[in-house]
């Protein structure tokens, strides 16, 4: 296995996942990991990350440079690139020209990091410091027009370092870089799998849980569901599966949910039916901000009551996953997240420990998992969806009618864009109920009805988000069949507000 050694740079889960990509495990931990811990771990290789700062300035992250005389391969990335050089009595300085985007670098010497690389190619960059001198037994081995070490080594010592990023898609052969690294230069063999993953995870939950019992909480999300199966393959009905219904899912949802766990694996599943409760609490409330917290205050209030019923001893499970975990410059585990937006366990119900099977994959790596677990696309691929469910896509008080109207004109449009064949290209899309009435016209009546919103977005990260160009035929089809199947609705608007300035959901 290979260690990020983080000192807080953006790309640090990136670096991570690309090893992995090459089927070489890696784990991120923090700049604050004794050299003790990682003498160790055993690991073949280590990477330095990028970071924010100057390593002039002292309080920026450092490392014991004995680091470096462990005999493991290390190579450093942006500002552990300088960072080597620091440690080993090279010069930084700042650059009379920062570097920022694409620049062309110029192989200069032999090199088991460019193997298979062209003397000139295209790298991304993003620095204002630079190596102007290089340590002692340190070869520069690339340079680019502004910046006179885009390189370095020093090969007898297995010590690497590039001022550039591998591991963003922009630097056209960071891939193979990086293989060289792992493969050449560390002598990985690239032999984990996500088989092996399934195998040793069961294998290791079944040693873990013995004949105890493991309750989980299952949201019909991603992750939740991935580790249920995980842990039903280990110890079957030793595992309870808690769902709550709060009845502002998606038309049919909590039916689907809980059809395809009870028939895809073995397991107790307990289903809260909780809607007319919710119902209840929400009356009168027109505030989203209210709405919000008056939906999260009932789930846990619910969700823990259940698990306090179902607890006997025996370990609590969660489908927290590796990002969950990991605190940008902080590395592995310094905040524990809880699931479900971060609620703390209530302090009166015992269990004996925490489940977290998924505790080191990527999403991409959880979705892989499931899929070879067997759990169909619609849940493995499935898009986002606000923990408060369709409460937040009911602009002012909530009622069952509106719920109603709302699910069924969701399902339609859902329904449409799975037929259109453009559904792949959409990271979400959903229909909103704003609450408002128009006027229409329906055969010779006159007709005073809701209106539905419907919203799509693309987006890599959800922080930011353009709206869906959905081509007009079918934007057409769409409002067509909920004026014409959605009881209360005479009226389909499309929102084309991109993020900033909107927000993807409306509240
Ligand atoms: P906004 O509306 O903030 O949404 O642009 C960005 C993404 O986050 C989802 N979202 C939530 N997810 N709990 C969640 O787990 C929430 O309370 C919540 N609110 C918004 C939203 O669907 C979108 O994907």
Not at 199 to 220: C, F, M, P, R, Y
Not at 397 to 422: N, W
């Amino acid at each position: 296995k290979i260690l990020v050694l983080d000192f807080g740079g953006q790309y640090n889960q990136l670096i991570a996942r690309r090893v992995r990509d090459h089927h070489v495990y890696a784990e991120i931990k923090s700049f604050e990991t004794p050299l003790e811990e990682i003498k160790a771990a055993g690991y073949k290789g280590i990477i330095f990350t990028g970071g924010p700062n100057s390593v002039y300035d002292m309080t920026s992250p450092h490392y014991d440079k004995a680091i470096l005389d462990l005999g493991i391969p290390v190579l450093g990335i942006c500002y552990g690139c300088q960072l080597i050089s620091w440690m080993s009595g090279g010069k930084v300085e700042s650059c009379k020209k920062s570097e920022y985007g694409k620049i062309e670098i110029t192989v200069s010497a032999e090199s088991k990091l460019f193997k298979d690389v062209p003397e000139k190619s295209i790298v991304w960059m993003s620095h204002t410091d630079y190596v102007s001198e290089a340590p002692e037994g340190f070869v520069i081995t690339s340079h680019s027009d502004d910046c006179p070490c885009a390189s370095m080594e020093n090969a007898e010592k297995k010590i690497y370092a590039v001022q550039f990023h591998p591991e963003v898609t922009h630097s056209e052969y960071g891939n193979v870089i990086l293989k060289n690294f792992l493969y050449e230069v560390c002598g990985c063999k690239g032999d984990w799998v996500m088989d092996n993953f399934i195998e040793n995870t069961v294998a290791k939950l079944k040693e873990q849980i013995g004949d105890k019992k493991v309750v989980l909480g299952l949201s019909g999300g991603v992750d939740s569901s991935v580790a249920a199966g995980l842990i039903s393959r280990a110890v079957g009905k030793q595992l309870t599966c808690v769902f709550v219904d709060q009845g502002l899912m998606r038309k049919d949802e909590g039916d689907f949910v809980e059809e395809t766990f009870t028939r895809l694996f073995d397991m107790r599943f307990v289903r809260v039916n909780c809607q007319k409760q919710f119902l209840e609490k929400l009356k009168g409330i027109t505030d989203p901000e209210e709405k919000r917290k008056t939906i999260g205050t009932e789930f846990y209030k619910v969700f823990w009551d259940k698990i306090r019923e179902e607890a006997d001893g025996g370990f609590f499970a969660q489908g927290t996953i590796y990002p969950d975990r990991i605190e940008s410059g902080k590395g592995d585990a310094a905040t524990i997240k809880t699931h479900h937006n971060q609620v703390k366990m209530p302090e009166d119900i015992n269990f004996d420990g925490v489940i977290e099977p998924l505790g080191d994959l990527f999403k991409d790596e959880v979705r892989k998992v499931g899929e070879k677990l067997g759990i169909p696309k619609e849940l493995v691929w499935r898009q986002p969806f606000p923990g408060p469910g369709l409460g937040v896509r009911i602009i002012g008080e909530i009622t069952e009618d509106k719920i109603k109207v709302l699910q069924e004109a969701d399902a339609v449009f859902r329904d449409e864009i799975k037929k259109s064949g453009i559904e792949s290209s959409l990271s979400q899309f959903f229909a909103v109920l704003p609450n408002v009435q128009t006027v229409g016209v329906m055969g010779d009546h006159r007709t005073y009805d809701h209106l539905i919103a419907i919203r799509a977005v693309t987006t890599d990260d959800f922080m930011t988000a353009d709206w869906a160009k959905i081509p007009y035929d079918v934007l057409a089809r769409i409002s067509n069949r909920i004026t014409n199947e959605v009881d209360h609705v005479n009226r389909v608007v499309y929102d084309i507000t991109s993020k900033p300035p909107g927000t993807v959901e409306w509240e």
